[in-house]
């Protein structure tokens, strides 16, 4: 049986312990719904540890957009050859951060759970291929119809 490699999993926010299951529901930059799933689908991992723990998340979240706040700074330089207008760079600076708000939002909490967190871990057992996982959900679904 073949690993899902961590970096994969990170970048398509997957359950840290099975690599799996899907931590958000909806898609990024959906209008409907991005927030994070209380539980993974497929190994059942409550992604909340504790009560207010994804508080931790602001922390990383503002890592994040100072990071991208400088990478926008040096982009605008990059691409005007502006530096005396500091109405270019503020405007470019918010709308960008503005524009990245859902990629923070969900990597944040990603980064928190995979780099940040000591109590979970990694278990390959659980790194099953879909059909196995679908099965067992016909079956869990079969258990609770009759």
């Known amino acids: ?11 398509h926010a997957k359950c840290p312990r099975c690599r799996r299951g899907k ?10 719904s991005n927030r994070i799933n209380i539980h993974c689908p497929d190994c059942r991992m409550i992604f909340e ?5 994804f508080y931790a998340a602001m922390y990383v979240s503002y890592a994040l ?13 990059l691409i005007t ?3 005396d207008s500091p109405w270019l760079y503020t ?28 109590k979970v871990h990694y278990h390959p057992e659980l790194d099953k291929p879909a059909i196995v996982t ?3 959900e016909a079956v869990t679904n079969l258990k609770t119809t009759t």
Not at 1 to 11: D, G, I, Q, Y
Not at 49 to 53: A, C, L, R
Request: overall charge positive; some cysteine; hydrophobic content about 40%.
């Open 1 to 11: 049986m073949e690993k899902t490699p961590k970096s994969r999993a990170m970048l």
């Open 23 to 32: 931590m958000f529901e909806g898609g990024m930059y959906s209008f409907s």
């Open 49 to 53: 540890i504790e009560p207010g723990y």
């Open 65 to 77: 957009n100072i990071m991208e706040g400088g990478m926008i700074c040096y982009l605008t330089y």
């Open 81 to 83: 050859g502006n530096s």
């Open 91 to 118: 405007s470019a600076i918010l709308f960008g951060l503005f524009a990245l708000s859902p990629v923070n939002f969900r990597y944040s909490r990603v980064f928190l759970l995979y780099w940040l967190s000591p």
């Open 134 to 136: 679908e099965s067992r």
